[in-house]
Nanobody, 116 residues
């Protein structure tokens, strides 16, 4: 199982980014997948999740209205579009596979830095 995030970078407040997560080594279309972030000095924060078919999505209150999670099962890829970025969104963003009520595999993360 491998999950590889990309798309992070430095962006000014108010800007947008689209993060990607390329999955391999398992049946991607069979799993609920989540985005989790960890800011410096803080614990992991669950952000968003999407069901295997992609027709049910879930968001944390901290990003609701600013984030859109989606997936392309034909490409084994998960996405997270984030807009109206704030300095407090600065964090390492991970995608993780959900199985049996836990997150059993994580990617290495992609860094998002929001600064002027």
């Amino acid at each position: 199982v491998q999950l590889v995030e990309s798309g992070g970078g430095m962006v000014q407040p108010g800007g947008s980014l689209r993060l990607s997560c390329a999955a391999s080594g398992f049946s991607f279309s069979s799993y609920y997948i989540t985005w989790v972030r960890q800011a410096p000095g803080k614990g992991p924060e669950w952000l968003s999740g999407i069901n295997p078919g992609g027709d049910s999505t879930y968001y944390a209150d901290s990003v609701k209205g600013r984030c859109t999670i989606s997936r392309d099962n034909a490409k084994n890829t998960l996405y997270l579009q984030i807009s109206s970025l704030k300095p407090e969104d600065t964090a390492l963003y991970y995608c993780a596979r959900s199985a049996s009520w836990s997150l059993d595999y994580w990617g290495q993360g992609t860094q998002v830095t929001v600064a002027s």
